[in-house]
């Protein structure tokens, strides 16, 4: 009996130490990172015994095309996201509430959309922003980034709204409220969490997107900061490890505090139930 209650605890043990191994995977790269801002003279290595500095800080903070960069990711992230969310809202409506003859096919449709990958259509859209003159456009850009987030978009904001009770409508109906009018003052407020979900994929997926920027931005002053990061790996193999470091620490904060703020919204999940009881 003891044999075998020590294989249960050996084998319940297996699962938390497959995790701590993944954890110190991602931790002791996430330490590098921050030591090597502190170091003025980092390298590949982590050295504890050098003096820590916020030199490398303001080297990145003091260089006019590094704030450009972050501006610019700023730009085009916050208003694809805007753009998603408010276009996702709309479509998402009606394939929630209405009996559409082709809804099952348009909501399938949507779902194999989102597993196209977007290296795979870049050609063909570079050869149409060609013609219609918008490469080196930002608004072009985010035009481009919010078509290819919105399948996604629309297929999590119908899901979110197929979990709104119709009762509230139809009660706001009732009282003379219109479509937009209860999209805006209830079922919005009650689906929250999936607002903020919504908005955090968009978000993190438009601030990390290198390969977009990388094809359709030329100019320097309209890079974003997921190309801009280049600038750190100089010419015959040189690279400014101390400064590369801070400028990843300052691209990481804003999806840092974005998930902050949205976690308390996240994490409330639902409490429609007792919304269309009342």
Known sequence: MKKINIMKKSSSMIPYVILIMIGVTFLIPLLWV????????ATTAINFS???????????ISDVKNRQSFLQSGIISLTQTSIVLICSMLAAYPLSRFELKNGQKITMGLLFLTSIPITAVMVPVYQMFIMMKL?????????????????????????????VPVELEEAAWTDG?????????????????????????TFIGSWGNFFVPFILLQSANKIPAA???????????????????????????????????????????????GAAKG
């Not at 691209?251 to 994490?267: D, E, G, T, V, W």
């Open 227 to 273: 190309v801009n990061i280049y600038r750190f790996f100089g010419n015959h193999g040189a690279v400014l490890y101390g400064q590369l470091a801070a400028y990843s620490i300052m691209y990481m904060m804003p999806i840092f505090m974005l998930y902050a703020f949205a976690q308390k919204y996240m994490s409330q999940g639902f409490s429609m139930s």
């Open 50 to 60: 050098n003096p820590l500095s916020l030199d490398n800080y303001k080297e990145v």
């Open 34 to 41: 921050i030591v090597a801002s502190l170091d003025v003279s």
């Open 135 to 163: 490469i080196d456009s930002t608004m072009g850009t985010i035009i481009f980034l919010s078509a290819a987030a919105l399948p996604y978009g629309i297929w999590m904001m119908k899901n979110f709204f197929d979990g």
């Open 177 to 201: 409220a219109s479509a937009i009018k209860c999209i805006i003052k209830i079922i919005i407020p009650l689906m929250l969490p999936g607002v903020f979900t919504v908005a955090m994929f």
